[in-house]
T-cell receptor
Framework: EAQVTQNPRYLITVTGKKLTVTCSQN?????MSWYRQDPGLGLRQIYY???????DKGDVPEGYKVSRKEKRNFPLILESPSPNQTSLYFC????????????FGSGTQLSVL | AQSVTQPDIHITVSEGASLELRCNYS??????LFWYVQSPGQGLQLLLK??????LVQGIKGFEAEFKRSQSSFNLRKPSVHWSDAAEYFC????????????FGKGTMLLVSP
């Protein structure tokens, strides 16, 4: 089944403790992206990747890192999480770019205490 | 940079009634336009998209949207709402060139009453 898989589904952590949210897609998509969703703000793009080893900042990249060493994986790294990064995170992918149909993961609810 | 406005935060519609969700965008030319739906606890799913050509676009689940250049709008419609349509709906706009991000609106929560 074609899908985008995020893990974990829920995560509670403390300020400053490094964490990684994994994202994997099995559709051979070139484009992958991370969004955060906050009440009243909708979805905001954090980082995106057009292909392996090609990443770029979205609208709200501060405090986040990404890497794209393999086509299928696009992990989101918070090296020193802070409470303002408490949010619902979504990974998405598409065949070639942002203007094609995006396939979304089920989301990761992160709480930073 | 482009922007999207969804003026209605919540809308309540009776089951079987018609639905229209509003979306206005700001962009210097004709953008790519999308509607996504998010059911509770789920990721977003594409309902429909407009790239060019016919300004009335048909999507999945009986939805349609009309692109109106003069009004910078891309409103989503459905003639008869079902209880399963209760969800949050997001309009999104993408530039036709360059590497700018896909910009989402803040969403409209649809409630369906019996």
């Amino acid at each position: 089944e074609a899908q985008v898989t995020q893990n974990p589904r829920y995560l509670i952590t403390v300020t400053g403790k490094k964490l990684t949210v994994t994202c994997s897609q099995n559709m051979n998509h070139e484009y992958m992206s991370w969004y955060r969703q906050d009440p009243g703000l909708g979805l905001r793009q954090i980082y995106y990747s057009m292909n392996v080893e090609v990443t770029d900042k979205g609208d709200v990249p501060e405090g986040y890192k990404v890497s794209r060493k393999e086509k299928r994986n696009f992990p989101l790294i918070l090296e020193s999480p802070s409470p303002n990064q408490t949010s619902l995170y979504f990974c998405a992918s598409s065949l070639r770019g942002r203007n094609e149909k995006l396939f979304f993961g089920s989301g990761t609810q992160l709480s930073v205490l | 940079a482009q922007s999207v406005t969804q003026p209605d935060i919540h809308i309540t519609v009776s089951e079987g009634a018609s639905l229209e969700l509003r979306c206005n965008y700001s962009y210097g030319a004709t953008p790519y336009l999308f509607w996504y739906v998010q059911s509770p606890g789920q990721g977003l799913q594409l309902l429909l998209k407009y790239f060019s050509g016919d300004t009335l676009v048909q999507g999945i689940k009986g939805f349609e949207a009309e692109f109106k250049r003069s009004q910078s709008s891309f409103n989503l419609r459905k003639p008869s709402v079902h209880w399963s349509d209760a969800a949050e709906y997001f309009c999104a706009v993408g530039a036709r060139s360059g590497y700018s991000t896909l910009t989402f609106g803040k969403g409209t929560m649809l409630l369906v009453s019996p």
